[in-house]
């Protein structure tokens, strides 16, 4: 079964850290690039971050330097790694494998950080 499964998300206070991840099963999860997108109510979904199969990674201005995404291909799971969360951060996170114009979506995690 190709899936998805977010977890780590919860309530975390401003400048705290949350630590998301991203389990994928049924596909061929190292030629993959993995990503982690958000969306925050009543705003678009935005791309925060993405780890290419090669190791390549890019990130949102709004996060360098404070999120760090990774991965591990012999767990078949992607990370995001948050630090000094602020209230903006607020959403849900959604992981995203892409390979060529196949496109995977997990469920969302709700991260929710209080002031």
């Known amino acids: 079964q190709v899936q998805l499964v977010e977890s780590g998300g919860g309530l975390v206070q401003a400048g705290g850290s949350l630590r998301l991840s991203c389990a994928a099963s049924g596909i061929n999860f190292s030629r993959y690039t993995m990503a982690w997108y958000r969306q925050a109510p009543g705003k678009q979904r935005e791309l925060v971050a993405l780890?290419?199969?090669?190791?390549?990674?890019n990130y949102a201005d709004f996060v360098k330097g404070r999120f760090t995404i990774s991965r591990d291909n012999a767990k078949n799971t992607v990370y995001l790694q948050m630090n000094s969360l602020q209230p903006e951060d607020t959403a849900v996170y959604y992981c995203?494998?892409?390979?060529?114009?196949?496109?995977?979506w997990g469920q969302g995690t709700q991260v929710t950080v209080s002031s």
């Open positions: 995203n494998a892409q390979e060529g114009l196949k496109s995977l």
């Open positions: 780890v290419a199969s090669g190791g390549y990674t």
